[in-house]
């Protein structure tokens, strides 16, 4: 539908998934959340599985769009469609999670960050369709940041940023990070994680590791804001976020 809306496609015809029920719901599989890509996103954001398991899904939903959208608009529509200022598909790529997807050769699973190869072009075949997103389990006491920039509330994001951290005392033993709004795709900041796996809070300096985690990013010049802009933003929400993340943990 945003597609069409767009101007970007004219299919000549049109399924109708509604009926589809083995595509809809949320469920707690032991390893994490199944989310079936048929499931509202309003749904999404007022589960009880997400709240418990996945907080930073369920505040990310809570900036798509207006009301309108996420009543109507699915979590595996968002994560199809590969838009580049999009929340899901970055969170999908912060976390690890792994995209189902089902067709008459049988199912697989793609990971999220080999899923999104160009602005709205993923991995799926032609004629596979999105059935899933599963959602690998943090530990509880993960901490996790989620920020964007839009001109507005409801717009597509300027900058956004997604992180989790797994910390144990005050050693990071796992690292989850993400950029949207600021490539062709949503972009993983894996220099940053490796730098991040292993080391101890305090001999991490903020500053430094914004610049790692943006080495990976070449933000977008439009008609909103510029490269420079972009970069700069993002840079100082890393830095701040950082910082309050590693308080929390330190408290």
Do not use: C
Not at 39 to 66: M, S
Not at 168 to 196: C, H, K
């Amino acid at each position: 539908m945003p597609l069409l809306a767009l101007r970007m496609t004219s299919p000549t015809v049109l399924i109708d998934i509604n009926p589809a029920d083995d595509m809809a719901g949320i469920t707690h599989t032991g390893h994490g959340l199944r989310i079936g890509a048929r499931t509202r996103q309003a749904d999404a954001l007022h589960d009880p599985f997400v709240a418990r398991h996945l907080p930073i899904l369920g505040e990310a939903l809570g900036h798509v769009g207006h009301y309108q959208t996420r009543a109507r608009g699915t979590v595996g529509g968002s994560i199809a469609l590969g838009e580049p200022a999009a929340e899901q598909p970055a969170v999908a790529v912060a976390l690890g999670a792994s995209i189902e997807l089902r067709s008459t050769r049988g199912t697989r699973q793609v990971p999220a960050r080999e899923f999104y190869l160009a602005p709205y072009a993923t991995a799926r075949a032609e004629d596979e369709v999105v059935i899933a997103i599963h959602f690998p389990a943090w530990p509880a006491a993960s901490r996790a940041v989620f920020q964007e920039v839009a001109r507005r509330r409801g717009d597509f994001a300027l900058v956004g940023l997604v992180m989790l951290l797994d910390v144990q005392d005050t050693r990071v033993e796992r690292a989850g990070i993400a950029w949207f709004g600021m490539g062709p795709t949503p972009v993983a900041a894996t220099t940053a994680e490796q730098a991040l796996t292993g080391a101890t809070i305090a001999d991490i300096d903020p500053r430094e590791l914004a610049q790692l985690a943006l080495a990976q990013v070449e933000p977008p010049e439009d008609l909103h804001a510029s490269a420079h802009y972009r970069r700069t933003v993002a840079a100082r929400i890393f830095e701040r976020r950082f910082r309050t993340l590693t308080e929390k943990v330190a408290a």
